[in-house]
């Protein structure tokens, strides 16, 4: 299966009580980034750069635990940043756990053979590696020695237990060939699946190694097709999507960001201001204006953020989206 039956139980149970409450809005992924201090210098970044006059500063566990109880999210994206270089980290996802959250560390590997001496496997615990090519390529973008460093730490996490993804941007330079192989080699170590997201430019980031929406289009058909070979986590509807087969708007409330300057509105790629409290976050922010794409910053925008929680709202509504979903869960 691609998603695991614990998982898959949350958020059904939790899509119907929200259904039955007739809720228009509610949050599906809360991202949480307890810090945005970093090991790393990676090309195609945007936080180093955002928050670099706050960089040094962290969620204390007690504000990381409510964030979680004031965002009803059944799953939550513990991120920064290098969140594993968070003194605390072992009290913050325990934490999380207790309140019976489902969790996705994103960590760049570097110090995870270390961190998983800290934790322990559960059935809501995963760990997902950010993995842009084979060594060659991710040095390139991470750093000398990055790739087999963290490619170790996934052999070690994996005999010790642990659930782990990993997730690879698709740059202007990225090889349809090298993809494929970097998929094959990563199912060889055993990953429980691979997350693939387009890299575009945004505010706080902008170089030549982006994707406009027309490239990202041509890139994906690629995508969609090897997904029926490797375990990609990307759902086939946002696939779609991405290789201009089908329209979506965005739901940006989807993944609701948490950090030290609190409720970032209005998503998670763009900075308007911060909230106090996620209550303030969904009743001040405009989000017609950005659901339908309107600000110009919102262009070439396509990240699974925005559009996977459109697919998880709006996948129903036709019998041949229910068929394929059901398939590709399955698979």
Not at 155 to 166: I, Q
Not at 205 to 233: A, D
Not at 260 to 289: Q, V
Request: proline content about 4%; some cysteine; charged content about 25%.
């Amino acid at each position: 299966m691609r998603v695991s039956l614990s998982l898959g139980s949350s958020l059904t149970k939790y899509l119907i009580k929200n259904k039955f409450l007739s809720r228009e809005r509610f949050p599906l992924v809360l991202m949480l980034e307890i810090t945005h201090l970093c090991n790393l210098a990676c090309e195609g970044c945007g936080r180093i750069r955002e928050y670099r006059e706050t960089m040094r500063e962290m969620l204390s566990p007690e504000e990381c635990i409510q964030a979680v109880e004031e965002c009803p999210a059944p799953v939550v994206s513990v991120t920064g940043g290098e969140p594993l270089m968070h003194p605390e980290i072992d009290k913050i996802i325990r934490g999380i756990l207790d309140k019976k959250r489902h969790i996705y560390l994103c960590t760049n590997g570097i110090l995870l053979a270390d961190a998983i001496k800290k934790l322990k496997p559960s059935k809501y615990f995963n760990i997902n590696v950010h993995i842009d090519g084979l060594a060659e390529t991710h040095d390139a973008i991470a750093g000398k020695g990055v790739f087999d460093r963290a490619t170790r730490a996934i052999r070690e996490a994996k005999r010790a237990g642990f659930n782990v993804c990993t997730n690879t941007t698709i740059y202007k330079n990225t090889s349809e060939d090298e993809i494929e192989e970097l998929f094959s080699f990563l199912e060889g170590l055993g990953v429980d699946g691979m997350l693939v997201s387009p890299g575009f430019s945004f505010e706080h980031n902008e170089n030549e190694v982006f994707l406009c929406r027309n490239e990202i289009q041509e890139r994906f058909g690629f995508i969609y097709g090897i997904s029926k070979k490797y375990k990609i986590l990307n759902s086939p509807l946002y696939l779609k999507f991405l290789k201009g087969e089908r329209y979506l708007r965005c739901t940006p409330w989807g993944n609701p960001t948490r950090n030290y300057l609190g409720w970032k509105s209005p998503c998670y790629l763009i900075t308007d201001t911060h909230y106090k409290t996620f209550a303030e976050y969904m009743e001040n922010t405009d989000w017609e204006k950005y659901q339908e794409g309107n600000d110009p910053r919102c262009e070439n925008c396509m990240m699974h953020c925005g559009f996977e929680p459109t697919v998880v709202l709006e996948g129903g509504k036709r019998l041949s989206d229910i068929i394929e979903m059901a398939k590709w869960s399955f698979s």
